[in-house]
């Protein structure tokens, strides 16, 4: 089991030079958050509390100002093959067939090309993906191009997934499909998640547990633990799970709790 802990994370972005008025921007305070690998983890918030920052904390793309980020004890002092990151573009590249770009992060790891090939081979087998390996990245659609980011998250063995709005950019009916793909895949896999989303329905699906951040400075306000990802891999449908009326009042709980203090900002 390993658990990705941040411990009394700040995070503070200097001041802008040659941008007058745009001084240091504390964008995060006081985070303490757990993940440990048998759990999805969703942070919720409204736009610029932090999430994506956050994120990147987590993925050691940036440093906290204060606090510690650790993975098992050990500090995150930058990107590492143990935590590895899927974005809502997939990025895949485009120079490199889906096979290939799967293949990736095994070439960095020095594995040989027949075995790489053939890991590469066996992990699009498992997102679905068996015969896609020779298409280019332009070939693919935009459901297909997210599996094969994840696949490729995936070579790597990660401990930890770290998904910035992995399913934003996909139609309803694709991300519905997707939604239940992810879980099937993050469960498999055994790694822990960290999903950032802007959207409450999907936290609550997908989230073992669902934490709100809220804004100016981030600060983690409420954290709930949520149920449903464990019915839709017992087997019940998305949109079943969904139309229940617990779902729906945990829904219109959280959206109260992200959007408490709206009418206070839109007065002042
Ligand atoms: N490199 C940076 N330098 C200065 N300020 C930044 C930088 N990156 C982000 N910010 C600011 O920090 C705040 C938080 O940004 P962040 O992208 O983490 O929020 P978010 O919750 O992910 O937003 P969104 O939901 O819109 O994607 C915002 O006010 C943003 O403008």
Same mark, same amino acid.
């Given at each position: ?5 941040? +411990? ?20 995060? *305070? ?14 919720? #918030? ?33 990107? #590492? ?42 992990? &699009? *087998?498992?997102?679905? &993906?068996?015969?896609?390996? *020779? ?45 239940? %793909?992810? &879980? ?5 896999? #055994? ?17 073992? +547990?669902?934490? @709100? ?14 149920? %449903? ?8 449908? @998305? ?7 617990? %779902? ?7 959206? #109260? ?5 709206? *009418? ?5």
């Amino acid at each position: 089991m390993s658990i990705l802990t941040f +411990r009394n994370v700040s995070l503070r972005y200097p001041p802008q030079p040659g941008r007058k008025g745009v001084g240091e921007k504390r964008v995060l *305070d006081g985070i303490n958050l757990q993940v440990a690998s048998d759990e999805l983890v969703a942070v919720i #918030g409204r736009s610029g509390s932090g999430k994506t920052s956050l994120l990147n904390l987590a993925a050691g793309f940036l440093a906290p100002s204060t606090g510690t980020i650790t993975v098992d004890g050990a500090p995150v002092r930058g990107p #590492g093959a143990d935590r590895a990151v899927v974005f809502q573009d997939d990025a895949l590249y485009p120079w490199l067939d889906a096979r290939d770009n799967v293949a990736f992060p095994l070439k960095l790891k020095g594995v040989p090309l027949g075995e790489r090939r053939a890991r590469a081979q066996a992990l &699009l *087998d498992r997102v679905g &993906l068996a015969d896609a390996g *020779d298409r280019n990245p332009w070939e693919l659609s935009g459901g297909m191009r997210q599996r094969v980011g994840i696949a490729r998250a995936l070579a790597a063995e990660p401990r930890f997934l770290l998904l910035d709005e992995p399913l934003g950019a996909l139609d309803a009916l694709t991300r519905t499909r997707m939604q239940e %793909f992810l &879980l099937r895949i993050k469960a498999e896999s #055994g790694a822990g998640a960290l999903l950032i989303t802007h959207s409450i329905e999907e936290a609550l699906l997908l989230g073992t +547990r669902v934490v @709100v951040l809220s804004p100016n400075p981030g600060r983690l306000t409420a954290e709930i633990e949520a149920g %449903f990802n464990a019915e839709v891999r017992a087997g019940a449908s @998305v949109a079943a799970v969904k139309a229940s009326p617990i %779902f729906k009042r945990m829904h219109a709980g959280l959206t #109260g709790l992200i959007h408490s203090g709206d *009418d206070e900002e839109l007065a002042a």
